[in-house]
């Protein structure tokens, strides 16, 4: 019965990326950072290497996070004896661990905000391939059984239409899928009940305060759906944590076993 379930699941794979080439044809793909037109894509999978959807001049504008790391949130720590960078050694986080794709600099806050708000969505399709390709050996060693984005409040995502957050980590159960990973999205047992200002403005203790009981369990789910199961928790960035970590507190509260999250950037 598992067997059948994922040769479907592959079947559907396959439909979804000749559906993907047929309406490239149709659309051409551009580059998310200079804007020209990327040649059609051919091979999706991640050993190709590659990442077909930005072109190899601007690729190299990107910035991974390099050793020594953060031990809990994967940010570059100058002394490499540390275990944990100042934000981690200063706050008690409720996630396990987690990993951040790109330094949030000046071309990972083009795409991420062109994502965001110029509803450039297929930014996150280029995102999820690299992330896939780069941290899925570590996704391997965790083994998460579910995936959730963080969620939106629901005025504001009807105001922009999507969660960013959603249609990175579906890209990412998608190109985690082709490579015969499958871990589910479920974007609507975590839910944000309470609209709050933008975490940016504010200083750290605020943030604190601001973000607490902004997110529950929705009220159409079972709260024990994911006792001692492992979540990965997708955001688009990373800060001080303090969403992901609030996150993490309420699904531990359900008796969710450990929380891991997978950001596109960090800064
Ligand atoms: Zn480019
Ligand atoms: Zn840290």
């Not at 077909?52 to 504008?61: A, K, N």
């Not at 953060?70 to 960078?85: G, V």
């Not at 959603?166 to 899928?177: D, F, N, P, V």
């Not at 082709?178 to 009940?193: G, M, N, T």
Request: with cysteine.
């Amino acid at each position: 019965m598992k067997q059948r379930k994922q040769i479907g699941k592959t079947g559907t794979v396959f439909w979804k990326q000749a559906g993907d080439r047929a309406v490239s044809l149709l659309f051409p793909r551009v580059c998310p950072l200079c804007g020209r037109i990327l040649p059609p894509v051919q091979n999706t999978l991640l050993t190709s290497g590659d990442n077909p959807y930005i072109c190899r001049d601007c690729y190299r504008e990107l910035h991974f996070p390099e050793e020594p790391l953060c031990f809990l949130c994967s940010r570059p720590i100058r002394d490499e004896t540390e275990a944990y960078c100042r934000n981690c050694a200063m706050t008690v986080h409720y996630f396990d661990q987690g990993k951040a794709l790109l330094m949030h600099d000046e071309a990972a806050k083009k795409i991420l905000y062109d994502l965001k708000y110029h509803n450039r969505r297929d930014n996150a399709r280029m995102l999820a391939f690299e992330a896939a390709k780069r941290l899925q050996e570590w996704i391997g060693q965790i083994k998460p059984d579910v995936i959730i984005p963080v969620p939106l409040h629901r005025k504001r995502q009807l105001e922009r239409g999507y969660n960013q957050a959603q249609l990175l980590a579906g890209r990412l159960s998608e190109i985690l899928a082709s490579e015969k990973i499958f871990i589910p999205v479920d974007s609507r047992f975590l839910v944000r009940v309470r609209k709050t200002s933008a975490q940016k403005q504010l200083q750290s203790a605020q943030r604190i305060e601001n973000i607490k009981g902004a997110f529950e369990i929705s009220y159409r789910e079972d709260p024990g759906k994911y006792k001692n199961r492992t979540i990965l928790l997708v955001d688009d960035i990373y800060t001080t944590g303090t969403t992901i970590s609030e996150c993490a507190k309420v699904l531990k509260e359900t008796g969710a076993g450990k929380v891991f999250f997978l950001t596109f950037s960090i800064g």
